[in-house]
């Protein structure tokens, strides 16, 4: 089952608000990984953390790997009508081979 | 950059069927691939990992039978449901390791609806 606990689960919001979304775990974590996935396809990688403290941004998005390697968010800048989606942030542990652990996932509306 | 295709995109197929579900990579060869299920408004879960040239893994509670993976080339995986039931139908994505740093990449998912 899941190991990522993510929230909010749903957020609606105005164009031009600012976002942020989390996910903690109560296990480690050697990779965060931030995916975006629109209706009908599959996720597209947004963000990829690496290192415990790591702060990296793509473009209006910033994520940052907790210091204790069990948690994550992703913020979202200034928003736009296009970045309605389900974001989803996924796990890599040093443990599980190559495995991802998701977590349930962010449904973001935006309001022009 | 790593593209990974899915084949195909939707399909409806009868109860008792079976279904072939092809993932390819475009530009990189993935030793391991990733079949995930997704239902409405869940988040995506692991059903298996691909090697190539030897057999999958399967997650738990995941029927081998009945979810068959082959994974016999570098760029391609297939996923067949077997003798599909009206509770298999499902959004079902694959995803390629691209060999950069922990890099996934996902293709474009094939919803399945068994009637």
């Given at each position: 089952g899941q190991q990522l606990n993510q929230s909010p689960q749903s957020m609606f919001i105005q164009e031009g608000e600012d976002v942020s979304m989390n996910c903690t775990s109560s296990s480690i974590f050697n990779t965060w990984l931030w995916y975006k996935q629109e209706p009908g396809e599959g996720p597209v990688l947004l963000i990829a953390l690496y290192k415990a403290g790591e702060l990296t941004s793509n473009g209006r998005l910033t994520a940052q790997f907790g210091i204790t390697r069990k948690d994550s968010f992703l913020n979202i800048s200034?928003?736009?009508?296009?970045?309605v989606g389900i974001y989803f942030c996924a796990g890599q542990k040093e443990t599980s081979g190559s495995r991802l652990t998701f977590g349930e996932g962010t449904q973001l509306t935006v309001n022009p | 950059g790593a593209v990974v295709s899915q084949h195909p995109s939707r399909v409806i197929c009868k109860s008792g069927t079976s279904v072939k579900i092809e993932c390819r990579s475009l530009d990189f060869q993935a030793t391991t691939m990733f079949w995930y299920r997704q239902f409405p408004k869940q988040s995506l879960m692991l059903m298996a990992t691909s090697n190539e040239g030897s057999k999958a893994t399967y997650e738990q509670g995941v029927e081998k039978d009945k979810f068959l993976i082959n994974h016999a080339s570098l760029t391609l995986s297939t996923l067949t449901v077997t003798s599909a039931h009206p509770e298999d139908s499902s959004f079902y994505i694959c995803s390629a390791r691209t060999?950069?740093?922990y890099g996934y990449t996902f293709g474009s998912g094939t919803r399945l609806t068994v009637v």
């Open positions: 200034a928003s736009i009508p296009s970045d | 060999g950069v740093a």
